[in-house]
């Protein structure tokens, strides 16, 4: 079936397949992680720690997750990365946690990393339900933006940029202080033609949004779900 295995080919699904252990599969992980780094640093920073800090413990725990260290501890089969993503992060800090804690009571001296100076990165217990709206928030708006520039580099690739930017209000929603006979003015189309070609680029940047969803669930039945987990995180 054409559309499965189109699916098939997805960067989670790589992971979730190859239990993350191939080069392919590493790769495919490390893409996901640049993505969607801002999630995690606003999950760290909802917490109470500075942008340094938060971007510091960022980094500490996505070379962990590179290096393989916390993978194989999720749920892989039914899990999307969105959901393994800050269950991993959670994991991390409460090790951070337990490893300061240890050293508070005297244990041995070691070499020093990251993860070995919590203490002085302020690190308390991740179960705020702020925090987690925070990162779902900052989530959504990385796929919206994601799903932006996938729309962008096709029509500026197009030679239509003056039509991007133009038109773009229409799906980014600031387009009330916008009208469409302007925008029609502005490129020499006219109204009608305006409309259509906004219908057009709203079903482009949904298609795209969508692509980008697909990279991070383990199943083509997840992607609507997480559409709309998406919508409503921006709506709340």
Request: glycine share 8%.
């Amino acid at each position: 079936m054409p559309g499965t295995e189109k699916f098939a080919a997805t960067r989670w699904t790589l992971v979730v397949k190859a239990r993350g252990d191939d080069a392919v599969a590493q790769s495919a992980l490390s893409e996901l992680c640049e993505a969607y780094y801002a999630p995690v640093v606003t999950f760290l920073r909802s917490e109470g720690r500075d942008e340094d800090t938060a971007r510091e413990l960022a980094h500490g725990f996505f070379e962990r997750v590179l290096a393989g260290g916390s993978l194989r501890g999720a749920d892989r089969e039914r899990g999307r990365f969105r959901s393994y993503l800050l269950g991993a992060v959670k994991h991390f800090l409460g090790d951070m946690r337990d490893r300061s804690a240890a050293d508070k009571r005297g244990g041995g001296v070691a070499p020093v990393s990251l993860e070995d100076t919590a203490s002085g990165l302020n690190v308390p217990a991740p179960e705020s339900p702020d925090s987690e709206r925070a990162y779902d928030r900052q989530w959504a708006l990385t796929i919206i933006a994601r799903g932006l520039a996938i729309v962008e580099v096709e029509l500026c690739g197009a030679g239509k940029e003056a039509m991007f930017e133009t038109l773009k209000p229409w799906i980014t929603g600031e387009s009330a202080a916008n009208s469409q006979a302007a925008a029609a003015e502005a490129l020499h189309m006219g109204e009608g033609a305006v409309k259509v070609a906004i219908h057009r680029l709203r079903q482009r940047f949904r298609a795209a949004v969508k692509a980008e969803i697909a990279q991070t669930v383990p199943a083509e039945s997840d992607i609507d779900d997480e559409l709309r987990h998406l919508i409503a995180v921006l709506a709340a």
